[in-house]
C-alpha cells in the first residue's frame, strides 16, 4: 500500500465518522480530534477501523502517535511495511 | 383484555407518530417483541411490549400522530377484565398534563363526555373564576379528585410566560419531516422543554469532589494490553460500572420524584450522548448494575452508533433511572448537569486530567478527575449526596472490585 493510499483511506474513515467536514483539509499538525471534533468514543471507533482497514496492530500506547496527520501517517506506513 | 398505550420516551415526548405496526390482529405476542414503529422527536423508535397475549385490535393507523398514553391497540391475555399496559407503568414517569400544553397539542384528548370528574367543590369554584378547564387536570386528592392545589398550579402554570415560546416551535413542526434541519429543531425543541421543566421544577444542589483516577487508568491500560483493538475499554465503562456500584450503596439517588421519593428495582443508567448535528439523547444501560465492565462497554459500543442514527428501542429511551454526563477527552475540566425530570439525581464526569494531587502529606502529578453530582433537593439532601461521591470514589480507588 502507498503513502497515497493509506492517506486516502485515512480520509475516507474520517470522513465516515464527522460526515459534514473535509478532512482532506486538515494541516499535518493540526489535532485531527479537535479540528474535527472527533469525541473519545468515536476516535476509539476509527482507530479500530483503520487498524482493521490496513490491517494493522495499534497498541493503545501508541495512540498518542495518532493525534495529528503527520504523525499518524508516518506511523501507519511505517506499520504497513513491516 | 390489556390497552397498550403510546408509550412516554422522556420528560421531553408528548407524542408520537405511529409509523408501522410490526405486529398484525391476530398475532401471538411475547414480552420484549417489538410491536410498532414510533417517530418522536428522537428519531423512529422500537416499541416493545411487555406482556404475553394474543393482538385484538388495532386502534390507531398508521400515521396518526396521537398524544403520550393514548391507547393504541388492545392485547388479549385471557382476562376478562381490562386493565393497563403494566411495564411502562411503573417505570415510565407519569404523565403530568399541563394545561397549556395540552390545549396546544392535543384538543381531543379531553376527558370522554360522560365521564364524571372527580373534583372538590372549593377547586371547581377556583377553576371557574380562573376559566380553567378542567378535563385537562390531573387530580392529586384522594381517589384522583382535583383538589384546590392542582387548579392553582393550573393557574400558577399558565400563567408562566417561558412556557408557550418554549413549547410553541415544536408543536407547529411535524415531527414527521425528514429533512435533517427538521428534525434538528425538533431535537433542540425536545431538549428545551426537557430541561426548562428540570430548572423551572427540580430545587438542584450541588456537590462536587475531585478523584484520584492513576488506579482506575492503570486498571484500564493492564486491561487492554490482554484486549484486541475491539474489545478495550474505555475509562467511561468504568466509571459507569463505578456508579451503578455506588448508587447500589446510595439507593435515594436511582429514584424518581412523583409525589414523593420513588426508589426503583433496578439501575438503569442513562449515558448522554451528544449527536453531531446538536442535541443529544440518553439512552440506558439497562441493569448497569449486573453488567461487567466489558459488558458496559459493549453496550456502549452498541448504543452510541444507535442512539447516533437515531435507532432507539422504547425500553432504552424510556427506563433510565439516573443519568450520568461525561465530558470525555479534551474537553471541560468540569460539568454541573441538569436533572433529568423524574429522575433526582445526575452525575457529571469533567476530563480526566493529569493534576497535582496531596496523599498522606505527599504531593504527586496524577491523573484526577472532577467528579460533580447535581441532585434533587426535594428528594434527598447534601448529606446523601455526599456519601455518594465518598462510596464512588472508594471504588475508583479499588478497580479491581468492578
Known sequence: MTEEEIKKTVFQLLQRIAPETDPSRLMPEENIREALNIDSFDALQFIVSISEKLNVDIPEEDYGKTSNLKSLLAYLEKKVKK | ?402
Open chain 2, 1 to 402: 383484555m390489556i390497552k397498550f398505550q403510546m408509550p412516554n420516551l422522556g420528560a421531553d415526548m408528548e407524542a408520537g407518530t405511529l409509523v408501522e405496526w410490526r405486529k398484525q390482529t391476530g398475532e401471538l405476542l411475547h414480552r420484549g417483541d417489538i410491536i410498532a414503529d414510533v417517530e418522536t422527536q428522537k428519531g423512529l423508535i422500537e416499541i416493545e411490549v411487555f406482556e404475553e397475549g394474543t393482538l385484538e385490535k388495532l386502534l390507531v393507523k398508521e400515521g396518526e400522530k396521537v398524544p403520550v398514553g393514548t391507547v393504541l391497540a388492545l392485547i388479549n391475555d385471557g382476562k376478562a377484565e381490562v386493565s393497563e399496559s403494566t411495564i411502562p407503568a411503573e417505570e415510565v414517569p407519569k404523565q403530568e398534563i399541563h394545561p397549556i400544553e395540552d390545549r396546544v397539542e392535543t384538543p381531543h384528548e379531553k376527558i370522554e363526555e360522560g365521564e364524571r370528574i372527580k373534583i372538590s367543590p372549593l377547586a371547581r369554584k377556583i377553576a371557574e373564576a380562573n376559566q380553567v378547564d378542567i378535563s385537562l387536570l390531573k387530580g392529586t386528592g384522594p381517589e384522583g379528585s382535583i383538589v384546590k392545589k392542582d387548579v392553582e398550579e393550573a393557574i400558577s402554570e399558565g400563567e408562566k410566560p417561558t412556557q408557550e415560546p418554549v413549547k410553541k416551535p415544536d408543536e407547529t413542526k411535524e415531527i414527521s419531516a425528514k429533512p435533517a434541519t427538521a428534525n434538528a429543531n425538533a431535537m433542540r425543541m425536545a431538549v428545551a422543554a426537557a430541561m426548562s421543566k428540570s430548572n423551572r421544577e427540580i430545587p438542584h444542589y450541588y456537590l462536587e469532589k475531585r478523584m484520584d483516577m492513576s488506579k482506575a487508568m492503570d486498571w484500564v491500560k493492564e486491561a487492554n494490553k490482554e484486549r484486541p483493538i475491539q474489545k478495550r475499554l474505555l475509562p467511561v465503562a468504568l466509571l459507569i460500572k463505578a456508579v451503578a456500584k455506588a448508587l447500589d450503596e446510595v439507593p435515594d439517588l436511582n429514584a424518581t420524584w412523583e409525589n414523593g421519593l420513588q426508589r426503583k428495582n433496578e439501575i438503569n443508567i442513562g449515558f448522554v450522548v451528544s449527536l453531531r448535528s446538536g442535541g443529544i439523547v440518553v439512552p440506558a444501560i439497562l441493569q448497569t448494575d449486573s453488567k461487567t465492565v466489558d459488558e458496559i462497554m459493549e453496550t456502549i459500543n452498541d448504543l452510541i452508533p444507535r442512539a447516533r442514527a437515531f435507532k432507539l428501542r422504547s425500553s432504552e429511551l424510556s427506563q433510565s433511572t439516573f443519568t450520568i454526563t461525561s465530558i470525555g477527552e479534551g474537553g471541560a475540566d468540569k460539568v454541573f448537569g441538569l436533572i433529568y425530570p423524574p429522575q433526582v439525581g445526575i452525575v457529571g464526569f469533567g476530563e480526566i486530567s493529569e493534576q497535582p494531587f496531596a496523599e498522606d502529606g505527599m504531593l504527586g502529578i496524577r491523573p484526577v478527575v472532577d467528579v460533580t453530582l447535581a441532585a434533587d433537593h426535594r428528594a434527598t439532601d447534601g448529606l446523601i449526596g455526599s456519601r455518594f461521591l465518598a462510596a464512588l470514589n472508594r471504588y475508583l480507588q479499588n478497580p479491581e472490585e468492578l
